[in-house]
């Protein structure tokens, strides 16, 4: 039965003339160019392009092929497949792969979106087939549906918390990818033995059994990490879409209300103490304050008060009186005093003999 599907030709333009290739040719023929373009380290250019096409044409007629022989079922188990069959397994993941070397810029969304399913639907044949113990990724529907929940949080004003059931889930799934890593890495090393088995040409059934587990294997582990890699920079592109569209496409703020002023409570110790500023509305007047001031600081003692103030006054004007009449009188020795007083000024100057200030 495999023979006979192997031998099935399809029409195939190329360049130059028309060919004829068996299913078994476009599968090997696109899985070359793929690895030809994966371990290509020349810039792409336009050959690049033009091969990415050409594989993608081998690899998609291949598809259609192998859906018009209905070689798969989800009612079946892996050990049912013919070792023939087990390399069709992958034209959905190849077909993928080469969708992601295409090169348009404009049409780059509609390529990673066409690139993940090739890449789900991969996934979803092997987990039917019970071929490795994997976690479906979720679809591209459900995905859109979940990212626009999460944009619509964050547009109310939620902010991410990293509460431990966060931080658990982000543990592992770096935990998974860890462990996918070293799966891979496994994979690619006993695909090399294997390989160097089947070019020498001494490969047996069970060989080459093995040898096609092992890549669909392998390109399991390879799918999850685009299907990730691809709703990242999904939704990258469609958060710059929106950001071209301008602020006039953006939804309208609400207006706010204007805030009102306040004062903390240090200002407004600091305004009692050293004033608001500006000059502050008269509360009293001169008078009012002198008389506030004079009762806190002068207080009202009684009568014995007036009385020592009279007294200190009558002696002070006896004082004078008396100076007066001395001066009226003018005695002998006030006025000799007097004279020596003034001689002594003119022949001394001002300070003489005070030791105190160093004079």
Not at 206 to 220: A, G, K, P, T
């Amino acid at each position: 039965m495999a023979e006979s599907r192997d031998n099935i030709t399809v029409g195939q333009s190329s360049a130059s003339d028309s060919e004829q290739f068996k299913l078994s040719d476009l599968l090997e023929r696109g899985w070359k160019i793929f690895e030809d373009l994966d371990n290509s380290n020349e810039p792409f250019g336009p050959d690049s392009v033009h091969r990415v096409k050409r594989g993608v044409n081998m690899l998609e007629e291949a598809s259609s092929m192998v859906a018009q022989l209905d070689l798969f079922s989800g009612n079946e188990e892996v050990e049912e497949i013919a070792t023939a069959d087990l390399k069709y397994l992958l034209l959905p993941a190849l077909l993928g792969a080469l969708h992601l070397k295409q090169s348009s810029q404009h049409q780059r969304l509609e390529t990673l979106q066409t690139a993940r399913l090739y890449f789900f639907n991969f996934l979803k044949t092997c987990h039917d087939y019970n071929i490795s113990q994997l976690e479906l990724p979720k679809s591209s529907d459900t995905n859109d549906v979940s990212e626009e929940a999460a944009e619509g949080g964050f547009s109310k004003g939620k902010s991410f918390s990293p509460d431990p059931s966060n931080l658990v889930t982000m543990a592992a799934k770096r935990q998974t990818k860890i462990e996918r890593y070293r799966q891979r890495k496994e994979l690619e090393a006993r695909l090399l033995d294997v390989r160097r088995v089947m070019e020498g040409g001494q490969a047996d059934d069970e060989v080459s059994r093995d040898f096609y587990l092992l890549n669909v294997q392998r390109w399991i582990t390879v799918c999850l990490e685009e299907i990730e890699a691809i709703d990242q920079e999904v939704k990258i592109l469609k958060n710059m879409d929106v950001l071209k569209q301008g602020p006039a496409h953006q939804p309208a703020q609400p207006s706010r209300h204007p805030m009102k002023p306040f004062i903390l409570t240090r200002d407004a110790l600091q305004a009692r103490v050293l004033g608001a500023g500006y000059p502050s509305v008269p509360t009293m007047t001169v008078d009012d304050w002198y008389e506030q001031q004079k009762k806190r600081v002068l207080p009202d003692r009684g009568s014995p008060r007036k009385v020592a103030v009279e007294d200190n006054s009558d002696a002070k004007e006896r004082d004078e009186e008396e100076k007066e009449k001395s001066a009226e009188n003018d005695d002998e020795a006030s006025l000799l005093k007097a004279r020596n007083w003034d001689d002594w000024k003119d022949s001394h100057r001002r300070g003489y003999g005070n030791r105190q200030n160093m004079g």
